[in-house]
């Protein structure tokens, strides 16, 4: 069997042509040489999806790091909430603007956030837009960790 880890796709693609062609030609009824050249030919298929599994991986790679790179340093703070409000995924400058290290935050309730009296608010919205999908604007008033307040407006 060949190496073809080596060959350009187009060379795969001649290569997996001309065995091709020499199995429509091929008049031997002996099994081995026949599965050989299956074998042969099913490894250059193989070759090929695999490049070109490599190929959509790294392209997956990059949009991934550039919305990363989008969301984590966004100058608009960007939380990620699951339907019973906790934090799953918060940008940098949510972080910064509660004065909070991000791994902390993750999987804890945003309600651990809010300032006194807006717990209820701010649960009451997230009910009413899961319930009806419709997005609402909430200004509440989140804690610091320096216990300062902050407006915001989600």
Excluded: C, W
């Amino acid at each position: 069997m060949s190496d073809y880890n080596n060959y350009s796709k187009q060379q795969l693609i001649d290569e997996l042509e001309r065995l091709q062609a020499k199995q429509d030609t091929a008049t031997s009824s002996r099994d081995g040489p026949r599965l050989r050249h299956e074998l042969e030919v099913h490894q250059i298929e193989l070759e090929m999806q695999n490049r070109e599994l490599h190929e959509k991986q790294q392209e997956l790679e990059l949009a991934r790091d550039k919305y990363a790179d989008l969301y984590d340093f966004a100058p608009v703070g960007y939380l990620t909430l699951d339907n019973q409000g906790k934090i799953l995924e918060i940008n940098l400058t949510a972080a910064h603007f509660l004065e909070q290290n991000r791994s902390h935050m993750l999987d804890k309730p945003f309600t651990g956030f809010l300032a006194s009296g807006y717990s209820q608010d701010f649960l009451n919205g997230l009910h009413q837009t899961l319930k009806t999908d419709q997005p609402r604007v909430l200004e509440l008033q989140l804690r610091t960790k320096s216990a300062a307040s902050l407006t915001v407006k989600l």
